[in-house]
């Protein structure tokens, strides 16, 4: 049985069928602790994530209405193609470093390196991509679902692949 369910394509609209795994760290009153990142179970993200990159539900459902928190863990050499999301995007940078660019083509010339701390505010429906060069990057996005995530192009999207 799957940890996360895989976002489907439905009406030029991706929406995410995951489960939040955040149950097992999930306490009395929803309350949801986590006192270290070793404590943060990963899994294998969605199809519609590149091949090798890790995704953590911390906290919600991205799937559904309501406040969500989610770590993804990609490896070098990563690219996430131009997307947009339903509803705001708030990313920062964990460890590690990503490139940020804005668009709806992949500008590899134009992107904003992002280091440990670095953040993204973006509001839904704006279409951005990102990317790891040398080294693997492990960064928290937070939003309200449905999130979703929907390629500009939709034959950019990895799950068409398989
Ligand atoms: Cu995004």
């Given amino acids: 049985m799957r940890k996360h369910g895989w ?5 030029g609209v991706a929406i995410w069928l995951g489960t939040a795994q955040a149950a097992v760290a999930e306490g009395m009153g929803g ?4 006192p270290s990142d070793a404590a943060v179970q990963w899994a294998p ?14 906290a919600g459902d991205p799937a559904q209405p309501g406040p969500f928190v989610l770590r993804v863990l990609f490896p070098a050499n990563t690219t996430v193609a131009p997307h947009t999301h339903a509803t705001t995007e708030n990313l920062t940078v964990l460890s590690g470093s990503i490139v940020h660019g804005m668009g709806e083509t992949l500008d590899r010339g134009h992107g904003q390196p ?10 839904g429906g704006m279409p951005h991509s990102v990317w790891t060069t040398a080294e693997p990057a492990e960064v928290q996005v937070t939003g309200t679902g449905p999130f979703g995530l929907n390629y500009v192009n939709p034959a950019d999207d990895p799950s068409r692949a398989q």
């Fill in 45 to 58: 993200a969605p199809a519609s994530l590149p091949k090798g990159t890790k995704l953590s539900v911390l």
């Fill in 7 to 11: 976002p489907v394509v439905a009406a």
């Fill in 31 to 34: 309350m949801i602790l986590l």
């Fill in 114 to 123: 992002l280091a440990a701390g670095g953040f993204v505010y973006l509001p």
